[in-house]
Antibody, heavy 117, light 107 residues
Framework: EVQLVESGGGLVQPGGSLRLSCAAS????????MGWVRQAPGKGLEWVAN????????QFVDSVKGRFTVSRDNTKNSLYLQMNSLRAEDTAVYYC??????????WGQGALVTVSS | DIQMTQSPSSLSASVGDRVTITCRAS??????LNWYQQKPGKAPKLLIY???SLQSGVPSRFSGSGSGTDFTLTISSLQPEDFATYYC?????????FGQGTKVEIK
């Protein structure tokens, strides 16, 4: 059974940093692109980032470029989202998701990130 | 960036109704169009990928169609468990983008 479990969410002050982790199991992690999607409270879904199977290609939504980085450790079956220079508008539930056929076919339960003083 | 516009933003329907949700892209997206269902407090669930392919385990009352810039999600006979918010999403460009969502409520 495919499982994706996010961790690392919490409350952080504006300008601060936070790293989210996503532990994957039930599939061969190294053979799939992975991504992050976020959802601000009461709002719709926003794609944040994608990362290639070997980590050699990374793509980001414009609003986080230069502030967020995505990485993976295929030996640990783990995906990461490093978030720096956080702003109030980054407050959201962050979902880790596995790529399917040009889509996200498995999702984690989400991790809440709150940026507030 | 390719913008995605869904309509309507919300709708009220009864069990057994046929429901259609439309998604329009700001440019041609070569059928890289997906549909997701999200219930309150839950992660989204993939329903349809590549415009019309039904994700494994999804009931056949869900179907997708379209081409170019205009795409449709149809629920042939609405069931109680289908009351949720539906999102389209394009994966044709590097910057994947979701529509704003359509909330399907009980009439």
């Amino acid at each position: 059974e495919v499982q994706l479990v996010e961790s690392g969410g919490g409350l952080v002050q504006p300008g601060g940093s936070l790293r989210l982790s996503c532990a994957a199991s039930g599939f061969t992690f190294s053979t799939y692109w992975m991504g992050w999607v976020r959802q601000a409270p009461g709002k719709g879904l926003e794609w944040v980032a994608n990362i290639k199977k070997d980590g050699s290609d990374k793509q980001f939504v414009d609003s986080v470029k230069g502030r967020f980085t995505v990485s993976r450790d295929n030996t640990k079956n783990s995906l990461y989202l490093q978030m720096n220079s956080l702003r109030a508008e980054d407050t959201a539930v962050y979902y880790c998701a596995r790529h399917g056929t040009w889509s996200f076919n498995y999702w984690g339960q989400g991790a809440l990130v709150t940026v507030s003083s | 960036d390719i913008q995605m516009t869904q309509s309507p933003s919300s709708l009220s329907a009864s069990v057994g109704d046929r429901v259609t949700i439309t998604c329009r892209a700001s440019q041609t997206i070569n059928n890289y169009l997906n549909w997701y269902q999200q219930k309150p407090g839950k992660a989204p669930k993939l329903l349809i990928y590549s415009t019309s392919s039904l994700q494994s385990g999804v009931p056949s009352r869900f179907s997708g169609s379209g081409s170019g810039t205009d795409f449709t999600l149809t629920i042939s006979s609405l069931q109680p468990e289908d009351f949720a918010t539906y999102y389209c999403q394009q994966s044709d460009s590097i910057a994947w983008r979701f529509g704003q969502g359509t909330k399907v409520e009980i009439k």
